[in-house]
């Protein structure tokens, strides 16, 4: 190649964001818009899929030709296009998805499908520091939780996840019963700034050992369900407390399953990444975990953590140079695993 950057137009529509995002080299971000809708479902207290897909048919060309703009380039100075098919809201996939194929067939230029979570382990590249291979991941996001051996591309290990709700499922739906609106996560994380974390108790499910690298969030839910049919939604002070509990009792599980498999597994480096590692409490939690049992956190900035099309732009990038495409068949694939289970 004539030493000019790779470039990657990545399109991100699985749940509730319309991103697009240019990207050079699978590393230097040019532009990276995102559409959020969470106007849209807010006041549903969680992603309406139709909603979702009628937004995102609003919403994309728009962003599509905000995120060229703003790399002060044009299709034709495209190299590849890469798009998430995979899992997601089938609707919402479908947008992003038909019209990466209506770029590529109208440009003739290469098209790549991204798994969502690829995209989101992906992110933490677009950083200075990225982690060594192999490593850990712990994915947190509104759809999954899971620990991921990371041993290079395609060689993705998932040693444990979620048995139900996942952490941001736990997050929204806590958010929801407390009436603070959607998405939850982030609401809780600023009320929880001011809270004693010890003030209620909640219960740290499936940590003892037999249960490995599995989580399960639902108890927690109705256990915060029971103290607020008790004694109802409290105010003030009494609120963030109750949001500080409810937030240790999953950062607390969070932490404890990553550092006993980082152990078991004797890896030195662990990253976090999706819309939960946004959540300050975790990433304290785990950087101290990280310093006490001597291994390396990598924790991607909050834009990166939650859905962005930087991260599929990077991670298209990476499926591209290895000589990968796809046709114009590409499907969406609305629940499709990421990894291989152990
Ligand atoms: O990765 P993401 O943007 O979308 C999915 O792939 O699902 O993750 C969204 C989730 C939501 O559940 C949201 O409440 C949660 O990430 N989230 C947070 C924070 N910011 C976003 N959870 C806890 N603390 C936050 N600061
Ligand atoms: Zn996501």
Redesign the pocket.
């Known amino acids: 190649m004539s030493g000019r950057p790779f470039r990657v137009l990545g399109i991100e529509s699985?749940?509730?964001?319309t991103a697009a995002s240019v990207v050079d080299d699978g590393r230097s971000v040019r532009s990276d818009v995102v559409a959020s809708q969470n106007e849209v479902h807010a006041r549903y207290g969680g992603v309406v899929p139709e909603l979702a897909s009628r937004a995102h048919i609003l919403n994309v060309v728009p962003v599509v030709q905000a995120a060229l703009d703003r790399a002060e380039c044009t299709l034709a100075d495209i190299d590849g296009i890469a798009v998430t098919n995979a899992p997601?809201l089938v609707g919402a996939l479908l947008v992003g998805l038909q019209t990466a194929k209506a770029l590529a067939w109208a440009t003739g230029k290469p098209l790549v499908g991204v798994h969502?979570?690829e995209g989101?382990l992906t992110a933490i590249y677009l950083e200075p520091d990225p982690p060594p291979l192999p490593h850990l991941a712990l994915i947190?996001?509104?759809?999954?939780t899971s620990l991921v051996r990371v041993g290079g591309p395609g060689d993705l290990v998932e040693l444990g996840a979620t048995r139900d709700d996942?952490?941001?499922?736990?997050?929204?739906k806590g958010?929801k019963l407390l009436g603070l609106g959607?998405?939850?996560?982030?609401?809780?994380?600023?009320l929880a700034k001011t809270g004693n974390p010890r003030a209620v108790e909640f219960p740290r499910s499936m940590t003892a050992d037999v249960h490995r690298a599995d989580f399960s969030f639902s108890g927690l839910k109705t256990a915060l369900l029971h103290h607020v049919r008790a004694k109802g939604v409290p105010d003030g002070q009494e609120l963030a407390d109750l949001c500080a509990s409810y937030?240790a009792a999953?950062v607390e599980v969070l932490v404890r399953k990553t550092r006993r498999t980082a152990r078991k597994l004797g890896i030195g480096h662990v990253q976090i990444?999706?819309?939960?590692?946004?959540?300050?409490?975790?990433r304290a939690a785990m950087e101290q975990a990280g310093a006490e049992d001597d291994f390396k956190v990598y924790i991607p900035p909050?834009g990166r953590?939650?859905?962005?099309a930087a991260m599929i732009a990077a991670a298209g990038y990476h499926r591209l140079v290895r000589g990968e495409r796809d046709s114009l068949d590409l499907d969406a694939a609305p629940s499709k695993p990421l990894a291989r289970q152990s």
Request: proline share 2%; charged share 15%.
């Open positions: 699985s749940c509730d964001e997601g969502h979570l989101h947190v996001s509104g759809g999954h996942a952490a941001g499922e736990a997050f929204d958010a959607y998405p939850g996560g982030a609401v809780i994380d600023k937030q999953i990444c999706g819309g939960v590692a946004a959540n300050s409490g975790l909050i953590c939650t859905d962005n």
